[in-house]
């Protein structure tokens, strides 16, 4: 079953806002301190996880670089939404990372299933 | 079951997201700008599970000059109530 | 119950602030009885605790309402360090330590890193983030 | 024909974020060095217009009063798009200031008359 | 002619708004979160007269990992010949 | 051309802020031999001259980048005076009248009003909005 004590939402892209770097911060901090946790990215937020990301063109540091060390800290329950990454011609193969596609009905039982959700 | 916060307007993905994502038995409370999609939902066009229990918060909705039938209107006391009684609480922003 | 809030949102934001949203829920919180644990201010909502912010007269005074919230209940307020650095706003120490004109933050509450944001998710009954 | 040097495009609503009160502000000051101007609104902008606006509920100065100075500051060309207030089923009428509401194509020819465009 | 500035991605409201607006001469410009949209304007699902000339801000499209046919993406100084070209400069954020 | 340039964003903004695209293009327009009649920072973008601000280690600070460009080229950079009291960003003056602990303002750039942004669009043949 897919189930977490704490789901990050993550709904912005990497760059459009700070929302994109202040909530992979967090998320790493609650892998840290070794949290029940899963993130979930939709909407925008699935561009965070778009391959070839070059960011030193507008003098930023690479999110999807630091996407990549999720893992490194224990937190390996990544998911996204299929719909999310269809609407954007997406497809799961083509992301910088492995993250698991689900549909709207699994979605809201990630979520019903959470103790708390933190949402960037 | 959550408690769904939306404070976008519904021309905003934040609001389209947390509509979609309703489940039976969920919530749904419309804060700031989330209080311009209060009418749109009582007349019936948002998906039906996301329509069963819809609130807006009265001193937004005052502020904006969005008018309601008083059952769907209600205070920060009552706002705290929801809070405790639902669980998780997700902020669609 | 046990409550954490988390503000992510500006009081003078182009996004749609519901900083004010966040004071009028804590208030109601502590009214119904409920206790707060944690007011993690994060993102952009470091600025709700600038104290250089000038509010105009006959205006509401989000910041100073914040203060006097959090000294009159004792309220556990922590401002991420890492985001309030970027945004400018510091304590003595941090002002110190980089070489800036003076302290930014509001008395009331202090800078800390992400492990209290990530406590306060352990330890809380509710969790409600206003972004 | 509908026509301005200095045309202002509202998008936001009046108290969502800061853009509301801003561009208003910044409108009011045009007025006042007598610019040949318009305000067109637009999107959530349309909203500011609203009548029976009760701002102190939320502790905030009122929009629509503010509004509502345009024309003491010879700020009489407003104007709306109706598909937009069509959209959020608001009535012209219904409006608390008298301002026309322009089809598509009349919007587009405003723009494209303007000498230059503030957006907020 | 209108250039029109898109900085904010296709689902958000100030996107729609700006391809609605779009008359015959004028020029799209998709610059930071904006070049999101760079595949959907070349694919075809934008109204006509809106895809005539569109153009992404290269740096911002590389950053983000965007690609797209190299006569779409222009650097700054083409950004500077567009604006210089063109009047009025409609930014919609 | 004579160009001015509207920035209304900040540089660590929850909407998505434009501002770097704001500096490369302004840096752009000299290179190409246009002319920069005024810099007018509104809103949330009078946060782009926060002197308190500070950029950790490795990473570009805007702040200081747009300072030494209005510095070098001898831009007028004007800072909306009602937007920057606000959020707190204040010069010297109005942080001593206001009894505020320092001058938050970086120097490059003045505090003054509305009217230097519709004289800007009045005289320039292009005005640039970055939102």
Known sequence: MIQCDLLFIFRHSPYGSSLGREGLEAALAAGAFEQNMAILFLDEGVWQLLDNQAAEH?????????????PLFGIDKLYCSADHLHQRALEAE???????????????QLMANAKNILSF | MTLHILSQPPSHNAFQSGISHVSEGDVVLLINDGVYGLNQAL?????????QAVFALEQDSLARG??????????????????SRHNPIQSWY | MLYSIVINSAPHSLHGGTSYNALQFARALLRNNHRIHRLFFY????????AQAITPQGEFDLAAAWQHFIDDNSIDGVVCIAAAARRGILDDGEAKRHGKAAATLLGASELSGLGQLIEATAVSDRVITFG
Chains 1, 4 share one sequence.
């Not at chain 2, 309601?68 to 809070?83: G, K, M, N, Q, R």
């Open chain 2, 43 to 51: 007349s019936g066009t948002w998906p039906s599970v996301a329509r």
């Open chain 1, 94 to 108: 083509a992301l910088a990372m492995t993250c698991q596609p689900l549909d709207n009905s699994q979605i809201k």
């Open chain 2, 66 to 83: 969005i008018t309601a039938e008083p059952s769907a209107l209600i205070d920060y006391d009552a706002f705290v109530a929801l809070t």
């Open chain 3, 43 to 50: 993102g952009e909502g470091v600025y709700n605790l600038n």
């Open chain 1, 58 to 70: 507008i003098a930023r540091k690479n999110h999807q670089k630091m996407a990549k060390a999720l």
